[in-house]
């Protein structure tokens, strides 16, 4: 993969993060109540333990883009196609218009997308449970892994793009890249929680996070389709 594709998958997660609020909020507020009481008010242990829990999360994504990079990359191999990557690039640049529209607030496709994620969600639920005290980063990193899995529109739009990368390395940097544009906004819920969240929740802002998104995938539709022609 193109050092390109790690940074503009990086400029997509920055470009989500008003959607990470509201889809990840609530997920933040009950890490911090499974926090040991012992570790609730150090400021040190609640640094490390939220690093860890979003790097948890982080990695989880990595996997995903692995796993599913590695699939197409099976299936180049065995399909009678060269048009293969096209047309799952084609089907990653229509996923991140509906992301541009979605992040917009103009067109909520995507929300039925998450749908197609919750029997998995729902299947973690024991693991969840015996998270529900979080005494060590590990177990931190542990719970974030699981939260990885959350259904999300954004996520699945990106593993589209991963999909579309033909290898499990360049799936894994694309899931990479779009984690770490995440970060910034998930990893400073909490004091400063509230004027970022005004921020990002801002009309002009959303408008201008989704054209940017919908510029991008329909570039990458029109390069993809023009490779039939």
Same mark, same amino acid.
């Given at each position: 993969?193109?050092? $390109?594709?790690?940074?503009?998958? !990086? /400029?997509?997660?920055?470009? =989500?993060?008003?959607?990470?609020?509201?889809?990840?909020? &609530?997920?933040?507020?009950?890490?911090?109540?499974?926090?040991? @009481?012992?570790?609730?008010?150090?400021?040190?242990?609640?640094?490390?333990? %939220?690093?860890?829990?979003?790097?948890?999360?982080?990695?989880?994504?990595?996997?995903? &883009?692995?796993?599913?990079?590695?699939?197409?990359?099976?299936?180049?191999?065995?399909?009678?196609?060269?048009?293969?990557?096209?047309?799952?690039?084609?089907?990653?640049?229509?996923?991140?218009?509906?992301?541009?529209?979605?992040?917009?607030?103009?067109?909520?496709?995507?929300?039925?997308?998450?749908?197609?994620?919750? @029997?998995? #969600?729902?299947?973690?639920?024991?693991?969840?449970?015996?998270?529900?005290? /979080?005494?060590?980063?590990?177990?931190?990193?542990?719970?974030?892994?699981? #939260?990885?899995?959350? @259904?999300?529109?954004?996520? $699945?739009? %990106?593993? %589209?793009?991963?999909?579309?990368?033909?290898?499990?390395?360049?799936?894994?940097? /694309?899931? !990479?890249?779009?984690?770490? =544009?995440?970060? @910034?906004?998930?990893? %400073?819920? =909490?004091?400063?929680?509230?004027?970022? $969240?005004?921020?990002?929740?801002?009309?002009?802002?959303?408008?201008?996070?989704?054209?940017?998104?919908?510029?991008? =995938?329909?570039?990458?539709?029109?390069?993809?389709?023009?490779?039939?022609?």
């Amino acid at each position: 993969m193109q050092q $390109y594709d790690f940074f503009a998958a !990086l /400029i997509v997660g920055l470009l =989500g993060a008003g959607h990470c609020f509201g889809m990840c909020g &609530g997920v933040v507020g009950a890490f911090s109540q499974a926090l040991a @009481p012992a570790h609730r008010l150090s400021l040190q242990h609640r640094i490390t333990y %939220t690093l860890s829990y979003n790097l948890g999360r982080i990695s989880s994504y990595v996997i995903a &883009g692995a796993v599913v990079g590695l699939s197409s990359s099976a299936l180049v191999t065995i399909s009678s196609t060269d048009h293969v990557i096209s047309v799952l690039q084609a089907l990653a640049g229509i996923m991140l218009v509906l992301m541009g529209l979605y992040v917009a607030q103009w067109l909520k496709w995507l929300a039925f997308v998450e749908q197609l994620g919750k @029997p998995l #969600w729902q299947a973690l639920t024991p693991v969840r449970q015996a998270l529900n005290v /979080i005494d060590s980063p590990s177990k931190a990193y542990a719970a974030g892994m699981v #939260w990885g899995w959350l @259904p999300c529109g954004l996520v $699945y739009s %990106t593993l %589209t793009w991963a999909l579309a990368s033909g290898s499990a390395i360049s799936g894994a940097q /694309i899931m !990479l890249g779009f984690g770490l =544009g995440t970060l @910034p906004a998930l990893i %400073t819920m =909490g004091a400063a929680s509230t004027l970022i $969240y005004n921020l990002l929740r801002k009309k002009k802002l959303r408008i201008i996070s989704g054209l940017v998104l919908i510029a991008y =995938g329909a570039q990458m539709a029109y390069i993809a389709l023009n490779q039939f022609v």
